[in-house]
């Protein structure tokens, strides 16, 4: 286990970024309503990849071009960009706090993963928690109920690309320069949704445009964050805190977009909650 003010750390750029993903998300799910799905995903990928380099340039100079792990970078971009198109998809039709609460079914698979992939060691306790959340997300699907959402399943499918990202961020990290992991979050994207979107391009209005450099603003943050967090301490004992992007969402969902939250959200987000912070204490004692 990490010494405690490394933990800290670790702790608190994770909490930063599962924010900072929630902001990000509610950008999306407006955007929707504004322009196509695909101009919403390359507005998020070609704006965060603009203002990425042009912040490490400034910072780091070109060396976050290069990379000594190519193949692995393009894997880790290219998980990102299912889940992100599988997830904003699933935002045109469920409220925003549903989907966010399905999305972290990911920190659960990642903290199985995590001990296969990554040969990370979990105790009894952290198993019970992984249990306790897969009940939470269960909960969340209400399964067998006349009310189910199908298109909460695309959360599913994204939860488990997503899960494959933080995986590959945190093989990455220690190896990586971190302003080159960083860049190739969105870069390969960026290129693919470029040559994607030019045949479907509808004239977005400046409202739009706005909105569209505020989602790579905020993916910016967001991965930064996620990068160093990952940097202090395992996957298996961070991964659990990035469902404050859970409760950040059910704000936003309420405040931002009047979608009522469900009973059985509530419930299966407070489990899944419940079983990140019993992680944590069991871990700091």
Known sequence: MPPIPTLLAGILFTLAAGTAFAVQDSIGKHLTTLVPLIQVLWGRYIFQTLIMAIALTATRGPSFLKTRH???????????????????????YVPLADATAVIFFAPILVTVLSVVVLKETIGIHRIGAII??????????RPGLAT?????????????????????????????????????????????????VIPLWQTPSPTAVAFMAAIGLTGSAAHFFLVRGFSFAPASLLSPFLYVQVLAASVLTVLVFGDPLHLT?????????????YIWWRENR
């Open 70 to 92: 190519p193949v692995l970078q393009l894997l880790r971009g290219m998980c990102l960009l299912a889940a992100t198109s599988l997830m904003y998809w699933a935002l045109t």
């Open 148 to 196: 189910i959402e199908p298109h909460l399943f695309l959360v599913v499918g994204a939860a488990a690309f997503n899960a494959c990202y933080l995986l590959l961020t945190r093989r990455l990290s220690g190896r990586e320069d971190s302003a080159a992991t960083m860049f190739n979050t969105t870069a390969p994207g960026a290129v693919i949704l470029t040559f994607m």
């Open 132 to 141: 306790a959340g897969f009940v939470g997300m269960l909960v969340i699907l």
């Open 265 to 277: 959200t509530a419930i299966g987000a407070v489990i899944l909650v419940a079983s990140g912070l």
